[in-house]
């Protein structure tokens, strides 16, 4: 017998599925009330909630949703904030604004001061879904509400004084802090302050931040404290009820709304007074509508039964009878005659149960395989896969160059990401060391999730990468679009890059300044190829030693091409957001946001001053007179004090005047006013020279000094150093003045 029930329980088990299947497949009920809409644009709108007059609940503006077109398309809103769902079950998610707080850098007064308020009086912040959080390194924010008609706030801090200190995943208190909510929490205010208006964390986070979240949809990146710039609103799910009366009292007035086969359910006290509607056991619909709740016929939607039952619809529920000469034992049918033909019947069962399992099983991993494929080509689309073919098939050389990899040669190529083959990591994502199976050495950059700028960055890379053939710029190999952080295959170069070899003491001492004007000449060579040799103009936009690599011959590779913008012909400048690293900013691109190619002229006079001192371009640990390379670099050469900033073992009696043109060369490329600055193609031209002068130091003498005349005259500003040149020298006092109040603002700005 043991076995026997054991045949009857499977052939059971069959049955609860075939019933859940039909549960799942049970027909839609009407949402709004007759003759009126319940939809806006993609999102459901059920009664009580209404898009016209005479939708919604009467005397209620809070249920009142208007369907605004304004964008182009349907879109819901309470108030000014968007809906994106409502749940019949009590709960309305919408986009809710975030309280900003912004800072500039060059005199610390706030640029951007936003508070965010939400007024619907019926309707209070859920407390399990959601939660508060402050977002800054030098932030304290409030979230202020009525609590039983009482103003209440709770407050919540967040400090820190180096990005290496923040971590991604962790919201503690250093750069995020977050706030369980009150129940019945309504009529809330975000508001956020700064301690020290940012100006000692400026550089990595300008702004502090404070919101209500959804919690399923917020997990804390570092990089949240520049990128939620962008974000206006975010995700927050709010509870609504019925009224402020409970059922007992609702339920003997005549504007009580649950309809026929409901129940009616009272709101948590703590949230106040109010209640809900819901459709009893076996009912389905709308329990706000007044035959909203429907009867749901089980055996009209499925064979619940087995073939020696009938089944019978209740009100609620329904009943499995056995036909006649049969009794029940067990929910199965039996003969008193015929356990054999049992018996046979179960085991068929069993055996038909068997073959449906095998067949959902096979239909399961069918439909597993199909829902991957289309979550490749779903990413790829979303990492710019269409733009990406579109524009290698306008560059027929790019796509015969380039290769669109899978993600399993690059999981291969990695050993599936190891961290033993990181490179390094930066502000647009990850690089690792690959190794590819004809052996050749690559390096494959990965950005970060979450963050749809990055994949802008990304493809932006990519697009620019396609457009270059240069021996001194990272070659590109290919990508991967089919995953949902896409990823670039280039290079390997192995010998790290500039800023190392520059900064760290036992390397710099190996950098000679044969090495170094090598370098500074192949990097101005390879700008000038991306300013007026490419098809299209490419302003880098991110020139620094750290996206300067070198090879084993210290042969310099440009690289880094994520923040790079392409410039149409009919254009010298571009209107962008200012975007770069703090030292090698263009001041000027910094105040108007102009981008031009000057501006990456400056940035390399940034390196070439790095070069010639082993200084950073920005170091908080020297004075603060010097903590901007690029102004006491200035200095030094105002007055007269070039060879106390050099570092001591590039200097002979052989290089004194290269070094003094070099010098002079980096301070045209400084000039605070990009039309004072020489072209990348000038630069080049005149690298080149200083390295042919130290080849053949007396056969270029009279040549060079010619050139140097005429390429120093060409500039307003230039040195008060006499480099032999023949060349009238003088300062201006326009530039004293401009850089004195530069230089105030970076010492009390930082």
């Not at 703590?270 to 819901?278: A, L």
Request: charged share 20%; proline share 3%; net charge negative.
């Amino acid at each position: 017998m043991g076995f026997h029930s054991m045949l009857v329980q499977l052939t059971w088990v069959g049955v609860i599925l075939s019933f859940m299947a039909a549960a799942a497949a049970a027909t839609a009920f009407p949402l709004a009330l007759p003759n009126c809409t319940d939809r806006c644009g993609d999102v459901k709108i059920p009664y009580p909630f209404g898009i016209t007059e005479g939708c919604f609940l009467n005397g209620t503006r809070d249920f009142f949703i208007n369907c605004s077109n304004s964008s182009g398309q349907p879109q819901p809103l309470t108030g000014n904030l968007t809906v994106t769902n409502i749940s019949i079950q009590g709960q309305i998610e919408i986009m809710m604004f975030k309280a900003e707080d912004c800072y500039n850098y060059t005199n610390g007064m706030s640029w951007n001061k936003t508070t965010a308020k939400l007024k619907i009086p019926s309707f209070t912040i859920s407390v399990i879904e959601n939660k508060f959080v402050a977002v800054g390194c030098d932030t304290y924010a409030f979230l202020i509400g009525n609590l039983n008609d009482q103003q209440f706030s709770i407050g919540c801090l967040s400090q820190c004084q180096n990005i290496r200190n923040v971590a991604s995943g962790s919201c503690s208190g250093i750069g995020c802090c977050q706030l369980d909510i009150p129940e019945g929490l309504k009529n809330v205010s975000l508001i956020t302050y700064s301690f020290e208006n940012h100006t000692q964390v400026w550089n990595f986070n300008p702004c502090s931040f404070a919101f209500v979240i959804r919690k399923d949809k917020f997990n804390f990146y570092s990089d949240y404290l520049t990128s939620l710039q962008g974000n206006e609103t975010l995700p927050m799910v709010l509870d609504w009820a019925i009224g402020n009366e409970t059922c007992k009292v609702a339920q003997n007035k005549p504007n009580y709304i649950c309809g026929a086969n409901t129940i009616c359910i009272d709101l948590n006290p703590i949230n106040g007074p109010g209640y809900h509607c819901e459709c009893k056991k076996g009912y389905l619909g709308n329990p706000y509508l007044k035959d909203g709740c429907q009867e749901i016929d089980e055996c009209k939607e499925t064979n619940i039964c087995t073939d020696k039952q009938i089944c019978v619809n209740r009100p609620g529920y329904y009943e499995c009878l056995c036909i006649k000469g049969y009794h029940l034992e067990s929910a199965v049918c039996v003969s008193d005659q015929s356990s054999l033909a049992i018996h046979l019947a179960v085991g068929i069962s069993i055996i038909g149960l068997l073959i449906l399992l095998l067949g959902c099983s096979s239909i399961y991993w069918g439909l597993k395989k199909r829902k991957l494929i289309k979550l490749k080509e779903k990413f790829f689309q979303q990492n710019g896969g269409l733009l990406l073919k579109q524009q290698l098939s306008n560059h027929q050389k790019s796509m015969e160059t380039t290769k669109i990899f899978t993600t399993e040669e690059l999981k291969k190529a990695t050993n599936n990401y190891d961290e033993s083959s990181v490179l390094g990591q930066g502000s647009y994502g990850t690089v690792y060391r690959g190794v590819l199976p004809d052996k050749t050495m690559v390096a494959i950059k990965k950005s970060k999730i979450g963050d749809q700028s990055q994949i802008g960055q990304f493809i932006n890379e990519m697009i620019v990468l396609t457009q270059i053939n240069h021996r001194n710029v990272v070659k590109l190999f290919g990508c991967c679009l089919e995953t949902e952080v896409p990823l670039l295959v280039y290079e390997f170069i192995t010998n790290g890059t500039l800023s190392n070899h520059v900064h760290d003491k036992s390397l710099s001492s190996l950098l000679s300044w044969e090495k170094r004007l090598k370098i500074a000449t192949e990097i101005a060579g390879a700008l000038a190829y991306l300013h007026s040799s490419t098809s299209i103009s490419i302003i880098h936009r991110d020139v620094k030693t750290m996206n300067i690599l070198l090879d084993d011959n210290y042969t310099s590779k440009v690289a880094d091409f994520g923040a790079s913008r392409l410039v149409p012909l009919d254009q010298t400048e571009l209107n962008t957001l200012v975007q770069g690293t703090l030292g090698y900013l263009d001041p000027e691109y910094m105040q108007t946001s102009q981008l031009t190619e000057k501006s990456d002229v400056y940035s390399f006079g940034v390196v070439m001053a790095e070069l010639l001192t082993g200084k950073k371009a920005l170091s908080f640990d020297r004075p603060e007179i010097d903590r901007n390379l690029a102004i006491s670099f200035m200095t030094a050469i105002k007055e007269d004090r070039l060879f106390q900033i050099l570092e001591n073992h590039i200097v002979n009696e052989d290089n004194i005047k290269q070094l003094k043109e070099f010098a002079n060369l980096a301070k045209s490329c400084l000039s605070l006013r990009g039309e004072d600055r020489p072209s990348m193609k000038e630069v080049a031209m005149e690298l080149e020279r200083l390295r042919s002068m130290g080849k053949h130091p007396l056969g270029n003498i009279d040549v060079c000094a010619k050139k140097t005349e005429c390429f120093l005259s060409a500039s307003s500003h230039s040195f008060n150093i006499d480099v032999g040149t023949g060349c009238s020298t003088s300062t201006t006092a326009e530039y004293d003045s401009i850089e004195d109040h530069l230089l105030k603002h970076v010492e009390d700005g930082r």
